[in-house]
């Protein structure tokens, strides 16, 4: 049995949950750690806030777990050029707090906080989290632009860059991006950050059918309207728009809606709480949670089959994105709904309480086994 | 253009390098030059343009390709072997890519002098070598061409034509003589019969005094469009010379590398239409029209006749060059018809002319121009090359037709008359016949008050009599 | 010098003639001279053989039989490339998808299309139109580029400032890896689960595998297009313009830059005038109002930093002439000089004006006239490096400035390709900016999906043979990956 402490020294481990916690500070000792791990045959586990574990399942044996709590620091922030550095251990809302104090340059991060305030860069990568933001800025893949990482075997190594535009070598990042911390531990992470359009206005239908819910987004897809976020919650009926632009162009867009629908304005401090509450829903309600994805012309069958399902669907209204809770938890008819996305093209990812049988081709097995033989040859990370 | 490549490229041609040019495919001092040669930087923009690419997707059969391998011909790296001139003959000479190539690169200056160091230097199998004496022997005399053109006329008139094709015999002819039989022209007595006058004056005092070319298969086959033409060009105000002395002007002997027959001719052309009093030659054809700008770089090492062969060529205009910048001295009538207006190669890309055809014809009142979608590609027509390439030909052909039809235009107007040619063949080939015309008889129809209903059904029926139905 | 194989190489061409077709093989001399190189011709290689198969089947088998004998491979789009990537290896195969040109399906509704690899960039856009969509990365090539040739570069183009690059707006990709099985990546729903394989392929440079079909992510056209280019009496006004355009929260459509020398080649391929020091090409697009507002601001910056003159694009053709004259701008190059080497630095937007100055002076002391056009939006250089291969020794400090171009890029901490990838003409300069380590973790991943190393090897990673060792950088031994062997 492996001597925990003696890999990066005792002040480094602790007990949590009948579990050993190891913390190292930065990249050098993630190494060694790893080193070690592969030397020693041990498996690890990586811990960021811990509010996605139930994003994939618990793995059959773990002897440790990593915590990125240490790796935490912004290493550079560039607003002239657009960028930012920081550890991947850092909370994404303490990132956000140093971009929004820099008062000549009005940017943010538009990564969505998913999961909580504890949510940290390393963690909303590795399991590719998004949330309402996603309309217009995309996920994760769509915002980093580099990062270091260590290979299960201890190898220090980066990708991409710290600027913008870059091909140089492969995209690694986008390997990491949604691998669930399985094939190495990122450390640092480049993302590029947007700036803030002048004014935001939200304005909310309330749908008494699917038909009419697709309909409304449809125009508004078609349309010369550009919304930083198009969230629908189902079957409450809530669709919300939020138009983020210079004046004129939010009084435009929002007139040119206004003639799509019967439609409620929101007070800036409701659109916001608005947002937030679309985030928060799926980790707040209680119940199984299902992640779900289908194409944008499915979205009414995929209303349809999620309030048949009994589920309350929550996300991305254009893309389509989004949750299923349960909040009654019934195993059936989670079923129920994952085979109806299914024969709707759609994609399925467990979130809470749901294990999902992720069935891919023998050539996609194939690479996944070999991917993960290239980066974490000894299966350290699990 | 990205349509599914179906059509396979044509096997070499038989043939072979006479001995010297075996090592060396270009004489000294002869073939392109090296400095236009390294004007190319590869970027490969020609290819999108190029017809063959468009049929093919082969490397070699793109313009960047060509130039390739005239770099590495004129290196002494490779010799004139048959799959390289295959290449080189391949090439529609349409001169796209002249028109989008950003480097300035001067392709139809090196297919000219490569294709003169073909004929000179290349020894075709017998075959081929007879199929295309005889097409210069008869396409440049149009007494020759009229000759040719009277019986086809019985033929088609008589029902034979109907009967050929439908015969076993006519699947078993080869290739090229299949499609001459197709392409044979769509010939009328009235044609045949008609010409420009030798002299034609406005009522009024003309404007210009100008010369015009007949031609040599215009002259023979269309000479109603240049009865036209002289008809129109003095309706606009200008004293039409059209001298019966003239002949062919070498256009289709100089694309096909026979240089020296191409001087001559010019020579002879030169002497005959102009004189000091002639303000404008005006020219019908597009091919002919773009030769005969570069009369002065064809006669320019010719001590003789380089200064007056340069005044020549600035004196050249193609027909609707000439009409966009006058008025005519009567109304243009109404023809309230849809026109498809085809650019001819040779005056798009080889003469820049596209807005001048469309404003004319625009200014006949009810005329609304269609544009044909990919209109840079070539019809397939290029010359002789769809007597030399009949299946690149074909495909393009086909390809031009369906692109014409896809805008379901009243009738489609082309200034040339190997376009007209090609694509009233293949337009013939699917569906209702869509009549054809050369602009200058809109123009002229218009003028004569003509109603547009009886022109379009006469041009139909004449094309449906043609076997083009 | 290198011992030649041809044995493999002709048993493939063979074979290959029983499968595409004996007319869509090229194996004879003068022939398969015509792909010896791509966009870059000071990178040449003679193939072994040129196949072009026609469907995606025909590829799978070609490379199955590469495969079998182990013969190196070469995909080829239109050849429009500038690193070499589509450059062959000395005793292998080019594949070219030329003839996979087909578009598949449009689906209008969920705003995508589905195209084969051989269809040109420009192509996919004129499909869509009419629909009111069209696909957003343009590179300047895109009337010839094709859609493989983009997705194994990940291709920007003037307008990835808003809205990003190849790999953006791929959803899905059939692939055929480099022993002949067939994948399919991505998904055409959001959220696939596992990984993004499809991420890694894209920018790949062709070394993983080979994309016969794509699933592109469409766009509706902007409700509103503004253009104007705004000349500076100097590139440090420019880039100040910029910069507060952009630290205004506007972000451009595109924002393009063009020196003195880049717009004197420009003028022989497009009808300007423009006389100045440094041309800035802004761009927004988006519904009316809010373009309207922001080019209200956005040309009131360019007068505030020292415009002498701000033309607004008052037509369509107008704008297309603008764009015209900055997207021939390489090849127009080719006009002011008898040669030249383009490079494609990326170096952080906001010290722009430094590495310009810099690329001055390194121009100055190479004796060598350097010609700068670049996305101003993101940082992305291009200086063109004229050289007269006549003048003796003029190649190769030309050549030497262009190396020290791409060193200064690294020192700012920029990357030495921003969009034309590494391919071959780059590979040396990887150590450079990627450590020993860096390296060997790329080679591995690459491995993972090539364990023979038969797709487009010597490209993108350097070689002992092209490169010299690199310290740290360990090279996954093919046999061993392959499983052929085992180290003792």
Same mark, same amino acid.
């Given at each position: ?6 890999i990066l ?15 190292p500070r930065d990249q050098e000792e993630v190494a060694v750690l790893l080193q070690a791990a592969t030397r020693?045959?041990?498996?690890l586990?990586i ?11 618990? %793995? ?6 990593l915590?990125t709590?240490?790796l935490?620091?912004?290493v ?9 550095v920081?550890r991947a251990?850092? %909370? ?30 390393g963690?909303?990568l ?18 980093v632009i580099g990062a270091r990482y260590v290979t299960g075997d201890g190898l220090i190594a980066k990708t991409g860059g710290t600027?913008?535009?870059n091909v140089a070598g492969y995209d690694v990042a986008k390997l990491l991006i949604?691998a669930?911390g399985s094939l190495a531990i990122i450390t640092e992470v480049a ?179 070999a991917m993960r033989n290239a980066l974490d040859p000894a299966g350290v990370l699990? | ?13 038989? =043939?072979?390098? @006479? ?74 000479? @349409? ?31 017998? =075959? ?96 109603? #469009? ?13 004293? #039409? ?6 002949? @062919? ?11 020296? /027959? ?20 005006? #020219?019908? /054809? ?73 404003? #004319? ?69 699917? =569906? ?38 | 010098?290198? &011992? ?56 799978? +088998? ?22 070499? !990537? +589509? ?10 998808? $030329? ?9 209008? *509704? ?37 859609? !493989? ?8 183009? $003037? ?41 890694v392929?894209?920018g790949s440079?062709?070394t993983v ?42 972000? *451009? ?37 809010? &373009? ?21 694009? $008052? ?29 494609? !630095? ?21 004796? &060598?006239?350097?010609?700068? &056009? ?17 003048? +003796? ?6 050549? $030497? ?6 060193e200064?890029?690294i020192e700012?901490g920029g990357s030495i390709t921003?969009?034309?990838?590494v391919?071959?003409?780059k590979v040396c300069s990887m150590p450079k900016m990627f450590t020993g380590s860096d390296l060997t973790a790329f080679d591995r991943v690459r491995t993972a999906f090539d364990?023979?190393g038969?797709?487009? *090897?010597?490209k993108l990673l350097p070689t002992p043979?092209l490169c010299g060792e690199v310290p740290g950088f360990h090279h996954t031994h093919r046999?061993e990956s392959? !499983?052929?062997?085992?180290r003792?």
């Amino acid at each position: 049995m492996t001597d925990l402490a003696g890999i990066l020294g005792a002040d480094r481990v602790t007990e949590a949950a009948d579990m050993p916690v190891i913390t190292p500070r930065d990249q050098e000792e993630v190494a060694v750690l790893l080193q070690a791990a592969t030397r020693d045959g041990l498996t690890l586990t990586i811990r960021g806030g811990g509010t996605k574990v139930g994003w994939r399942p618990a %793995p059959e044996r773990c002897d440790a777990l990593l915590a990125t709590t240490a790796l935490t620091g912004i290493v550079d922030h560039q607003p002239g050029d657009m960028t930012l550095v920081a550890r991947a251990g850092t %909370p994404i809302v303490k990132i956000q707090a140093t971009v929004t104090a820099d008062a000549t340059h009005r940017q943010r991060l538009m990564l969505d906080s998913v999961g909580g305030p504890t949510a940290t860069l390393g963690g909303v990568l590795s399991t590719r989290a998004a949330g309402p933001r996603r309309t217009r800025y995309g996920t994760p893949r769509d915002i980093v632009i580099g990062a270091r990482y260590v290979t299960g075997d201890g190898l220090i190594a980066k990708t991409g860059g710290t600027v913008i535009k870059n091909v140089a070598g492969y995209d690694v990042a986008k390997l990491l991006i949604g691998a669930h911390g399985s094939l190495a531990i990122i450390t640092e992470v480049a993302v590029k950050l947007h700036p803030v359009p002048d004014v935001a206005r939200t304005v909310a239908l309330h749908a008494t059918s699917p038909a009419e819910v697709a309909e409304f987004v449809e125009r508004i897809r078609t349309a010369p309207i550009t919304p930083s976020a198009l969230e629908v919650r189902w079957p409450e009926g809530l669709v919300a728009v939020r138009v983020e632009s210079t004046a004129a162009g939010a009084a435009a867009q929002l007139a040119l809606l206004h003639t799509f629908a019967s439609l409620e304005e929101l007070d800036t401090p409701a659109g916001e709480a608005l947002l937030e509450q679309q985030l928060a829903l799926p980790f707040d309600t209680e119940g199984a949670v299902l992640g779900v994805g289908v194409r944008p012309a499915a979205l009414a069958a995929l209303l349809a089959a999620v309030e048949q399902a009994g589920g309350v669907f929550v996300g991305r209204a254009a893309l389509v994105a989004g949750d299923v809770v349960f909040p009654d938890n019934d195993p059936d008819r989670v079923l129920r709904l994952g085979t109806a996305v299914r024969a709707l093209g759609g994609n399925l990812l467990a979130r809470r309480g749901v294990v999902i049988e992720q069935s891919h081709t023998p050539g996609i097995e194939r690479l996944t086994t070999a991917m993960r033989n290239a980066l974490d040859p000894a299966g350290v990370l699990v | 253009m990205n349509l599914p490549v179906t059509h396979v490229p044509p096997r070499p041609s038989s =043939g072979h390098p @006479c001995d010297e040019a075996a090592t060396q495919a270009f004489a000294t001092d002869a073939g392109p030059e090296r400095a236009l040669i390294d004007d190319c930087v590869h970027c490969g923009f020609c290819l999108p343009t190029c017809p063959t690419y468009v049929l093919w997707g082969e490397e070699a059969d793109s313009p960047r390709g060509r130039i390739m391998l005239m770099d590495l011909a004129e290196k002494g790296e490779i010799g004139m072997d048959a799959t390289t001139v295959q290449h080189w003959d391949s090439c529609l000479g @349409c001169m796209a890519c002249v028109t989008s190539c950003p480097s300035g690169v001067q392709y139809d200056r090196l297919i000219e002098a490569t294709r003169s160091q073909i004929e000179e230097r290349f020894e075709r199998e017998p =075959g081929d070598r007879r199929f295309r004496n005889a097409i210069f022997t008869v396409l440049p005399y149009h007494r020759r061409m009229t000759a040719v053109a009277a019986p086809l006329l019985v033929y088609r008139a008589s029902g034979l034509q109907r009967l050929v094709r439908r015969s076993r015999l006519y699947r078993r002819l080869p290739v090229r003589l299949r499609h001459l039989e197709t392409l044979s022209p769509i010939v009328t007595w009235a044609a045949l019969r008609q010409g420009a006058p030798e002299r034609s004056s406005p009522l009024a005092t003309p404007r210009l005094r100008v010369a015009m070319l007949t031609g040599c298969v215009q002259r023979a086959i269309f000479g109603d #469009v240049n009865a036209a033409t002289a008809r129109v060009l003095t309706a606009y105000g200008c004293e #039409v010379i059209a001298p019966r002395a003239q002949a @062919c002007c070498g256009a289709l002997e100089l694309h096909a590398g026979r240089a020296s /027959s191409a001087e001559t001719r010019a020579r002879r052309l030169i002497d005959v239409l102009d004189d000091a009093t002639i303000d404008l030659i005006v #020219v019908n /054809s597009a091919g002919c029209g773009s030769t005969l700008k570069e009369y002065g770089d064809l006669l320019k090492a010719d001590p003789a006749w380089a200064d007056r062969a340069a005044v020549f060529a600035a004196k050249v205009r193609d027909v609707h060059e000439v009409l966009a910048e006058l008025e005519p001295a009567t109304d243009l009538q109404p023809l309230a018809i849809s026109v498809a207006y085809h650019d001819a190669c040779h005056l798009a890309h080889a003469q820049g002319v596209r807005a001048e055809p469309r404003a #004319v014809l625009s200014s006949i009142p009810g005329v609304t121009i269609l544009e044909v979608p990919d209109p840079a590609i070539c019809c397939g027509s290029a010359g002789v090359y769809n007597l030399l390439q009949p299946e690149a030909a074909g495909e393009l052909g086909r390809r031009k037709a369906e692109s014409v039809r896809s805008v379901a235009p009243d009738a489609l107007a082309a200034a040339n008359p190997g376009c007209l040619l090609q694509i009233s063949a293949n337009l013939g080939t699917s =569906g209702e016949p869509i009549p054809t015309f050369h602009p200058i008889e809109l123009i002229d129809a218009s003028l004569r008050g003509e109603d547009a209903t009886d022109l379009l059904r006469r041009r139909r029926a004449l094309l449906k009599s043609a076997g083009v139905s | 010098m290198t &011992v030649v194989d041809t044995t493999g190489v002709l048993r493939v061409a063979e074979q290959a003639r029983a499968i595409v077709g004996p007319d869509w093989v090229i194996s004879d001399g003068a022939q398969l001279r015509v792909y010896e190189c791509d966009g870059l011709t000071n990178h040449r290689e003679v193939p072994g053989a040129v196949i072009l198969p026609g469907s995606t089947e025909e590829v799978a +088998a070609v490379v199955r039989l590469c495969h079998a004998h182990a013969v190196p491979f070469v995909a080829r789009g239109a050849g429009t490339g500038l690193s070499g !990537g +589509a450059m062959p290896t000395a005793r292998g195969i080019v594949i070219g998808l $030329a003839r996979l040109r087909s578009v598949l399906a449009l689906d209008v *509704p969920n705003q995508r299309i589905r195209v084969q690899p051989g269809v040109t960039n420009s192509h996919v856009s004129e499909i869509a139109a009419p629909h009111g969509l069209y696909y957003a990365p343009d590179p300047s090539s895109q009337q010839v580029c094709t859609i !493989g040739g983009n997705i194994a570069e990940n291709s920007g183009g $003037a307008h990835c400032l808003k809205y990003g690059f190849t790999v953006n707006h791929v959803l899905a990709a059939t692939v055929v890896l480099a022993d002949g099985s067939i994948v399919e990546l991505g998904s055409e729903a959001p959220d696939a689960p596992g990984l993004d394989l499809l991420g890694v392929v894209v920018g790949s440079e062709g070394t993983v595998g080979i994309v016969t079909e794509a699933l592109l992510n469409l766009l509706p056209k902007p409700e509103h297009v503004q253009t104007l280019v705004a000349m500076f009496p100097s590139i440090q006004a420019a880039g100040d313009a910029v910069s507060t355009i952009i630290a205004e929260g506007v972000v *451009p459509a595109a924002a393009e830059m063009m020196d003195r020398l880049a717009i004197e080649a420009a003028k022989t391929a497009a009808p300007i005038d423009w006389d100045t020091e440094a041309a800035l090409i802004v761009e927004l697009d988006g519904p009316v109002s809010e &373009v309207q507002s922001q080019f209200e601001e956005v040309t009131a910056i360019c007068a505030r930093c020292g415009a002498d003159d701000v033309r607004v694009a $008052a037509s369509p053709d107008e704008r297309m002439t603008i764009w015209r004259a900055r997207k021939s701008a390489f090849a127009a190059v080719g006009q002011l000089a008898p040669a030249y080497i383009v490079q494609d !630095g990326v170096i952080p937007r906001t010290r722009l004006p430094e590495v310009l100055s810099g690329i001055r002076t390194l121009a100055d002391e190479g004796g &060598v006239r350097v010609a700068n &056009v670049f996305h101003a939006g993101d940082g992305n250089l291009h200086p063109l490096v004229l050289y007269d291969n006549a003048i +003796a020794g003029e190649q190769e400090r030309a050549e $030497a400035v262009s190396m020290r171009i791409v060193e200064l890029c690294i020192e700012f901490g920029g990357s030495i390709t921003g969009e034309h990838g590494v391919g071959v003409d780059k590979v040396c300069s990887m150590p450079k900016m990627f450590t020993g380590s860096d390296l060997t973790a790329f080679d591995r991943v690459r491995t993972a999906f090539d364990p023979h190393g038969l797709c487009n *090897p010597e490209k993108l990673l350097p070689t002992p043979r092209l490169c010299g060792e690199v310290p740290g950088f360990h090279h996954t031994h093919r046999v061993e990956s392959a !499983g052929l062997g085992q180290r003792m």
